[in-house]
């Protein structure tokens, strides 16, 4: 493993475990060289996936990438870091049990949409902005109206 602050590729594995929601493996690293410390966390990779874009553009799954927009939705709110990796890890773990290497990017939009209805409902309309496209101040009041409609239903 390569250290991320003098780029030396003499790094030791100090401590091992699984991490928390046991989808991965923490790993705590030092530099032999600067004697920099690091955690990295290790995944288990059922199928390379490949996400089919709206333009039918296909590009790999990045995990990181779906990682940073749930942040975004997340940024300044409430929410234990621990619930929102393990929404992740079950968000990609279904991807990969889905039977198929190809995604739609919709599919992942739905599935984090759902997620994140779950698990805090400000990111939940974040995200729908970006995901919706919306264009307008209505568009916010729109969807809050059709969600809290949906959520009576489900009562």
């Keep these: 493993m390569r250290c991320p602050f003098c780029s030396s590729e003499d790094t030791q ?3 091992s475990r699984q991490a928390e929601d046991n989808s991965a493996v923490r790993r705590r690293r030092q530099c032999g060289s600067c004697a920099g410390r690091f955690t990295t966390f290790e995944r288990v990779q059922l199928r ?4 089919v874009k709206k333009s039918g553009r296909r590009t790999p799954f990045d995990r990181d990438k779906l990682a940073r927009s749930v942040l975004i939705a997340l940024q300044k709110r409430p929410v ?7 929404m992740i890890s079950g968000i990609v773990r279904q991807l990969e049990a889905g039977g198929t290497s190809e995604i739609e990017s919709d599919r992942i939009g739905e599935l984090v949409m759902e997620g994140l209805s779950n698990l ?9 902005s970006v995901y919706k496209d919306f264009r307008a101040t209505e568009d916010f009041g729109a969807f809050i109206e059709d969600q809290m409609l949906t959520s009576d239903e489900d009562e």
């Design 48 to 51: 390379d996936l490949m996400v």
């Design 120 to 128: 805090d409902k400000i990111a939940y309309v974040r995200y729908a």
């Design 80 to 86: 234990d870091p621990e619930r929102t990796e393990q």
């Design 13 to 15: 594995v100090k401590d």
